[in-house]
């Protein structure tokens, strides 16, 4: 059983061949939206912010969607540690009634990032050794409003021109949009 996958381009991988993986070699660390499954990647987090990447200092962009970004967030406080293990802990005590409404979910996601974050803002935008990218979608279509069968039916079809390739994803979303903390947007990402 192969745990991990490497991809690389020819130049990358013949680095790897020759020197190994370095964290010195690491300056774009990607974190996708993933809900839950994030969780599972705490242990990494914590090895790679709390150990590994200090131990070779350089800027890193960390670019993430949803729970990516939160993962990130949290490893660019003052203490990467503390942050991360905040995130796991406040994520899984989360507790919601069997088929949650969107502004319940909504509230309850807002009030715990409150408390992960508040207090933390000008550590997490001033980091030395990380640049935070922040990822969001706008829907279009089907999924311009988070509404029931409208949005199965939208990310339904998302999944649908995926599959057809993804250049037919213009059809059921915006542009990505890319948020830079220090003020940059950036629309063509």
């Known amino acids: 059983m192969i745990a991990i996958t490497l991809r690389a381009g020819p130049r990358a991988l013949a680095r790897l061949k020759s020197h190994g993986l370095a964290a010195a070699d690491i300056a774009v660390v990607p974190g996708a939206a993933g809900g839950p499954k994030a969780l599972g990647l705490n242990g990494l987090d914590l090895a790679l912010f709390g150990d590994w990447f200090p131990k070779a200092p350089r800027v890193r962009h960390l670019i993430g969607a949803s729970i990516g970004a939160w993962r990130f967030a949290a490893a660019c406080r003052s203490d990467a540690a503390q942050g991360l293990r905040e995130l796991a802990r406040l994520y899984a005590e989360q507790r919601y009634p069997p088929r949650p409404g969107a502004a319940l979910v909504t509230r309850k996601v807002r009030e715990m990032l409150r408390e992960l974050f508040e207090g933390h803002e000008a550590?997490?935008?001033?980091?030395?050794?990380?640049?935070?990218?922040?990822?969001a979608v706008r829907g279009r279509g089907l999924l311009a409003r988070d509404a029931g069968i409208r949005r199965t039916v939208g990310f339904g079809a998302a999944a649908f021109a995926n599959f057809a390739g993804r250049r037919h994803l213009r059809h059921v979303h915006a542009h990505p949009h890319a948020h830079d903390p220090g003020g940059d947007a950036r629309h063509d990402v």
């Open 123 to 135: 550590a997490i935008l001033s980091n030395p050794a990380y640049r935070l990218h922040i990822l």
